[in-house]
């Protein structure tokens, strides 16, 4: 079955850009998204369609998709952006999930 | 703006059955599915499966297929999660979300997203 393998933890002071990366066979050509979960909260959609964030979602959050890996990009990082966070997609009618990441600011 | 409002949190000897709700208001016009998402503690989002409520269709993930049932009642826009054979390992929250499905055909095809996410309902299993 369709793995997609996410780092447990990425660490980034404020204001700096964090990264975070999210790996899978040809990931490239399939549709990635990413969600925000801070504690005790339900996870919240901040990019769909590889790049394109939702209204509401602010424009220090971006996605890309190429090869084997979608990141997603955070410039300007702050203090409220600490959360985990985990990238999806869809294959063979099967929602995959990665492991999600723990962003620390 | 839809919402998707969870039932309470349920504690369960193991063994039993439980039936988790999940209610939409708003806006529910658009051709949707729900989803349920589970979450133990301390661990990352597993997908369990499924359900159109316009269709009736429905598809579940293999590790609950024969354990898991999704069911709709339209006519008061709930759908349900009902789970049999309840152990400790079941001890998580559950989330229903939405999800929408847009055909990008002839580019990458399907995208799938969650939009809108229930708050979730607590399952002790003990």
């Known amino acids: 079955s369709y793995k997609l393998t996410q780092p447990p933890s990425v660490s980034v002071s404020p204001g700096q850009t964090a990264s975070i990366p999210c790996s899978g066979d040809?990931?490239?050509?399939?549709?990635t998204l990413w969600y925000q979960q801070k504690p005790g909260q339900s996870p919240v959609l901040v990019i769909y369609?590889?790049?394109k964030r939702p209204s509401g979602i602010p424009e220090r959050f971006s996605g890309s998709n190429s090869g084997n890996t979608a990141t997603l990009t955070i410039s300007g990082t702050q203090a409220v952006d600490e959360a985990d966070y985990y990238c999806q997609a869809w294959d063979s009618r099967t929602v995959i999930f990665g492991g999600g990441t723990k962003l620390t600011v | 703006q839809v919402q998707l409002v969870q039932s309470g949190a349920e504690v369960k000897k193991p063994g039993a059955s439980v039936k988790v709700s999940c209610t939409a208001s708003?806006?529910?016009?658009?051709?949707?599915?729900i989803n349920w998402v589970r979450q133990a503690t301390g661990q990352g989002l597993e997908w369990m499966g499924y359900i159109n409520p316009n269709s009736g269709n429905r598809g579940y993930a293999q590790t609950y297929q024969g354990r898991v049932r999704m069911t709709t009642k339209t006519s008061i826009g709930t759908a349900y999660m009902e789970m049999s054979d309840l152990t400790a390992d079941d001890t998580a929250v559950y989330y229903c979300a939405r999800g929408i499905s847009v055909d990008k055909s002839p580019g990458k095809g399907w995208l799938y997203y969650f939009d809108v996410w229930g708050q979730g309902t607590t399952l002790i299993v003990s």
């Open positions: 369609e590889d790049d």
């Open positions: 708003g806006d529910t016009s658009t051709n949707y599915d």
């Open positions: 040809s990931l490239e050509n399939k549709y």
